[in-house]
């Protein structure tokens, strides 16, 4: 599920919008499948975020696999480590 996401408030004006549309964040399909795991989640541990995604997606994948993922994500500044 390799699409973008544009993110605006109904309140937001037309050019918050527009701005929105054209954002992409060209998401590899592991880190889509890892974002779809945390907004399922909302708060996880890596271990947390592994085990639900191998339930959820019916797939083995090494933790690794996830973490990095994870990782890449935070970087760019989609997820939040507290």
Request: aromatic fraction near 10%; charge should be negative.
């Amino acid at each position: 599920m390799n699409e973008q996401r544009a993110y605006a408030r109904s309140s937001d004006p037309d050019t918050s919008w527009l701005a929105a549309s054209k954002v992409g964040n060209n998401l590899t399909q592991l880190q889509d499948n890892v974002l779809e795991v945390l907004k399922r989640l909302d708060v996880a541990t890596d271990e947390q975020i592994h085990e639900y995604y191998e339930h959820y997606f019916d797939v083995k994948v090494s933790e690794s696999t996830t973490r990095t993922r994870r990782k890449e994500l935070q970087n760019k500044g989609l997820v939040y480590v507290f």
